[in-house]
């Protein structure tokens, strides 16, 4: 096995875990659900089947990664955040070819109890602050914070707070990594020369 697996934790046969992942107490993993390298699972965490989890995730402790939940590389999920894959669940109706699609682009955070409503796209290195709830698309680069989540800033790659406005243009570098960051309407992009 080239992952650890702790003792109290279920590996379901058929589940790919890519090497150097850890799955740590009571965590439960489908046999469909497909995780890449360097993955940390944490305390009671449940990955269903129709998951796919890139490299280097960390889910931090009791997370639900549910069907149909897509995270690229580098996704960080806080503690006791939420995924949900059914828009309007009841307990008496089945809804499984009804499931949504989520979908967690490269770098982005999803802060302790925020709740991502199925459905939607967070783009590359949001930052969805903790306690959000989100219920539509969210930009690349952007900061989301409240109930529902509303967008009041833009994040870095390396996690800080950049100076630009909500819109317009302008540049900002951050002062850790030298990185350039464009405004230009209500989009941020990263300048690589």
């Not at 999803?110 to 199925?118: M, P």
């Not at 930009?139 to 109930?147: D, H, P």
């Not at 800033?153 to 243009?169: A, H, T």
Request: charged residues 20%; neutral net charge.
């Amino acid at each position: 096995m080239s992952f650890y697996k702790h003792e109290t934790s279920i590996v379901d046969d058929g589940a790919q875990i890519g090497e150097g992942s850890r799955v740590w107490h009571w965590a439960h993993v489908c046999s469909g659900a497909k995780i890449g390298r360097g993955v940390s699972l944490g305390q009671n965490v449940f990955v269903g089947n129709k998951v796919l989890i890139g490299n280097n995730v960390k889910i931090q402790n009791n997370v639900s990664v549910y069907d149909n939940v897509i995270l690229e590389d580098g996704v960080f999920c806080g503690p006791s955040m939420v995924f949900t894959n059914v828009y309007n669940p009841r307990s008496f109706i089945e809804r499984k070819n009804e499931y949504l699609t989520t979908t967690v682009r490269k770098g982005s955070t999803l802060g302790a109890n925020c709740t991502i409503v199925c459905g939607v796209e967070i783009g590359e290195y949001a930052l969805v602050g903790a306690g959000a709830v989100v219920n539509k698309s969210v930009k690349a680069f952007a900061l989301m914070v409240g109930v529902p989540a509303k967008q009041i800033g833009w994040m870095s790659r390396y996690g800080e707070q950049i100076d630009l406005p909500l819109s317009g243009s302008g540049i900002a570098i951050c002062e850790h990594t030298g990185e350039k960051y464009v405004l230009n309407g209500d989009k941020v992009s990263l300048f690589l020369e």
